[in-house]
T-cell receptor
Framework: EAGVTQSPTHLIKTRGQQVTLRCSPI?????VYWYQQALGLGLQFLLW???????NRGNFPPRFSGRQFPNYSSELNVNALELEDSALYLC?????????????FGPGTRLTVT | TQLLEQSPQFLSIQEGENLTVYCNSS?????LQWYRQEPGEGPVLLVT?????EVKKLKRLTFQFGDARKVSSLHITAAQPGDTGLYLC??????????FGTGTRLKVLA
């Protein structure tokens, strides 16, 4: 069974530009989560999508946005890039097992903003 | 705000030694997960604990969830170089948001 896939693997952008990151969940998983992991810092929750709807959002500015498509894949968009947006962006998918949502992560997209 | 504090932050040990990593919160979590992450890769799920007092074993790894579901520990027996990595705990909050711990960076020397 294929795991969570993300594209691209690496990306270099300049300040002020916009970027779109993509994520395909494990087949059958309806939830997609996005996290930011800056160097030396832990995982910071960005967004949660389930069944095409945004269910929850972390403490990030509105220039971080996304969507989930009918096939459950997802995009994360970041506008007006800033240097501090440089990080590993991780996508995870999950399927509810009772009250437990086990997350499975993709390999991430390394974004460098210069 | 729910926070998960992990200790220690860094650990460097010799192959064959035992170690314990802790994940502490002031709040109750409905479930808690442990992950291992290697540089440049996504975290890999090791285990999920749900019930207070639960103990799960995964080969040389033993995971415990405290009775009050605020504390969890990961014990590794006879550590090997392949255990090297960043260990993360993550709790599911009441708002269905995952809160990740600060992480423990483990290095096992051959």
């Amino acid at each position: 069974e294929a795991g969570v896939t993300q594209s691209p693997t690496h990306l270099i952008k300049t300040r002020g530009q916009q970027v779109t990151l993509r994520c395909s969940p494990i087949s059958g998983h309806t939830s997609v989560y996005w996290y930011q992991q800056a160097l030396g810092l832990g995982l910071q929750f960005l967004l949660w999508y389930d069944e095409g709807e945004e269910r929850n959002r972390g403490n990030f500015p509105p220039r971080f946005s996304g969507r989930q498509f009918p096939n459950y894949s997802s995009e994360l968009n970041v506008n007006a890039l800033e240097l501090e947006d440089s990080a590993l962006y991780l996508c995870a998918s999950s399927l509810a097992v009772g009250l437990v949502y086990e997350q499975y992560f993709g390999p991430g997209t390394r974004l460098t903003v210069t | 705000t729910q926070l998960l504090e992990q200790s220690p932050q860094f650990l460097s040990i010799q192959e064959g030694e035992n170690l314990t990593v802790y994940c502490n919160s002031s709040s109750v979590f409905s479930s808690l997960q442990w992950y291992r992450q290697e540089p440049g890769e996504g975290p890999v799920l090791l285990v999920t604990v749900v019930t207070g007092g639960e103990v799960k074993k995964l080969k040389r790894l033993t995971f415990q969830f405290g009775d009050a579901r605020k504390v969890s520990s990961l014990h590794i027996t006879a550590a090997q170089p392949g255990d090297t990595g960043l260990y993360l705990c993550a709790g599911l909050s009441g708002t269905y948001k995952y809160i990740f711990g600060t992480g423990t960076r483990l290095k096992v020397l051959a």
